[in-house]
């Protein structure tokens, strides 16, 4: 699905930006006339344009909220995040603008939520040391099916972003308004290697996330509003790993989803040339890091993929990081999740190829449900970008039909 570059990288993030439509993050026209302003692989200019797209919007929302006009704040708010979190995408994870770029989406963000009738709560998850960040949703009281009427235990949907996402995103990309709208409670936070916790506090990714799932649902299970017997997990993009994996050593889970699957990022990363990748495996740290840079030099994506990799991951040197992908795999662990799955896949996912998805099926021995989104319906992308609301819906009536048959 090509919406405007001829670069995969851009065109990919542009149509990213534009998914959010759906639940009221963007709009394609302001999308549009943004990236008409940047020639294919300009990342100065992708930072420029979208930023100056992001302060023009929020000065729209601050305006609209001064003059007490609640639901245009807030939805102009909404958009100004996403256009604010774009701006950012491709910046240098030392670059001085990437940090206050950052702190404008969450801040646009934060402005949108206080609007809602029923604000989130945000949350300081305790985690060695330390907290995590997130957001507790509730839906107005009385609202939606999924756990009758008041303010009553209610089924919790966790949802846990990847290799690139930040909290604030997944109320776009998950679908929370639907959530809300079903009766379920949502908790969207960050764990190490995204959002706050790597750029405020340094925190870098780590395979092993039922650690980090863990107290996320210690805090829920603290709370009257949630019924502990039906908690679930959504993982988008590299969250497609991090949920399968806290979902096979934390028998609190009662559901899971895989949105999209990621059960081997050393696999993913390898499919397209498994010949090669074992080469380089054997190869001297010199030459795989020579002809990495070699890469990066060549093509934006190569270029984001390398320097966002060292960031997440806390390597340095793409030696090193082939070392540790291969740490990020489900095989031998998929086999002891218990709860429900439902795996979801992209016809037309470059990042995950569809072949994985069969793979890891075949290790899963729990209750499996695999959904294959199609070109022809416009949800082949990586992670349903193309078509949001058909995601969302598969997703929360397999939901509905699972967590009300455990509760």
């Known amino acids: 699905m090509r919406v405007h570059f001829s670069g995969r990288a851009f065109d990919y993030q542009t149509l990213r930006a534009m998914a959010y439509t759906t639940f009221g993050g963007a709009e394609p026209g302001e999308v549009l006339t943004t990236v008409e302003r940047i020639d294919d692989g300009d990342t100065e200019a992708w930072h420029a344009e979208w930023r100056r797209t992001a302060a023009r919007v929020e000065r729209l929302a601050s305006e609209a909220r001064r003059d007490g006009r609640t639901r245009s704040a807030r939805a102009a708010f909404y958009r100004a995040h996403t256009y604010y979190r774009t701006a950012e995408f491709f910046l240098a994870a030392d670059d001085p603008r990437r ?73 776009f990309l998950c679908g929370v308004p639907e959530a809300l709208e079903r009766g379920y409670n949502v908790l969207c936070f960050e764990g190490p290697g995204q959002g706050a916790p790597l750029r405020h506090d340094g925190l870098t990714a780590r395979p092993d996330w039922e650690h980090v799932v863990g107290p996320a649902i210690d805090v829920l299970e603290g709370r009257e509003a949630v019924d502990s017997d ?121 990042f995950v190829p569809l072949g994985l998805a069969r793979e890891f099926l075949e290790e899963l021995t729990c209750p499996t449900t695999l959904r294959v989104f199609t070109t022809e319906e416009g949800a082949g992308e990586h992670c349903q970008v193309g078509n949001l609301r058909l995601a969302s819906s598969v997703i929360y009536d397999w939901l509905d039909s699972t967590l009300e048959a455990t509760g």
Do not use: K
Not at 99 to 116: H, I, K, N, Q, W
């Open 99 to 171: 940090r206050p770029t950052y702190e404008r989406a969450r801040g646009a963000f934060r402005s949108g939520v206080e609007l809602l009738d029923r604000p989130p709560e945000v949350v300081d998850i305790p985690y060695e040391g330390t907290t995590l960040p997130g957001y507790f949703f509730r839906p107005e009281a009385g609202d939606g099916s999924a756990g009758g009427g008041g303010d009553e235990p209610r089924p919790t949907i966790v949802c846990l972003g990847g290799f690139d996402s930040v909290a604030e995103e997944l109320y």
């Open 230 to 350: 039906r908690i679930g997990l959504i993982g988008v993009s590299f969250g497609g790993y991090y949920a399968p994996r806290a979902a096979a050593f934390d028998d609190r889970v009662a559901a899971c989803i895989a949105f999209d699957h990621m059960h081997d990022l050393w696999g993913a990363s390898a499919y397209e040339n498994p010949r090669l990748a074992r080469l380089m495996l054997h190869a001297p740290d010199a030459l795989v890091n020579g002809l990495a840079t070699l890469g990066t030099r060549f093509s934006v994506e190569a270029r984001w993929l390398m320097e966002n990799s060292r960031w997440v991951f806390g390597v340095d040197s793409a030696a090193a990081l082939q070392r540790t992908l291969r740490r990020y795999s489900l095989s031998g662990v998929a086999g002891r999740i218990e709860c429900p799955m439902l795996v979801l896949a992209g016809e037309d996912d470059h």
